[in-house]
């Protein structure tokens, strides 16, 4: 997924075969219809907003995994929805830093 030029020229030489530039809903929608309505194994995220995070999951088929890479914005993952999608995303968990 990629509106930027040069981003979908290195893509396309590391071998994608498609480029997906809508975002949201649509993103996933074309995802999907890529896919023949499953949605992708694994969708690496790596923007760090509400809108980009959704849109992953959204992506996601049943079973497939979602990775973030970085920190989120005010983010606020529905439950309900990450519970039904049965998408599996990081535990994610922030350890103490041993004092010296």
């Known amino acids: 997924m990629s509106r930027h030029d040069a981003r979908?020229?290195?893509a396309y030489e590391f071998g994608a075969t498609?480029?997906?530039t809508?975002?949201?809903?649509?993103?996933?929608?074309m995802i999907k219809e890529l896919t023949g309505a499953l949605g992708a194994h694994s969708v690496i995220e790596?923007?760090?907003t509400q809108e980009s995070m959704m849109q992953a999951i959204?992506?996601?088929?049943?079973?497939?995994?979602v990775g973030?890479?970085?920190?989120?914005?005010a983010v606020?993952?529905?439950g309900e929805e990450l519970f039904f999608s049965h998408?599996?995303?990081p535990r994610q968990s922030v350890r103490p830093r041993a004092s010296a």
Do not use: C, F
């Open 8 to 10: 979908q020229k290195l």
């Open 18 to 20: 498609d480029i997906v």
């Open 22 to 29: 809508e975002r949201g809903d649509k993103g996933a929608a």
């Open 46 to 48: 790596a923007v760090g």
């Open 58 to 65: 959204r992506s996601t088929r049943p079973g497939g995994h």
């Open 68 to 73: 973030y890479v970085g920190v989120p914005h």
């Open 76 to 78: 606020e993952l529905p």
């Open 87 to 89: 998408v599996h995303r």
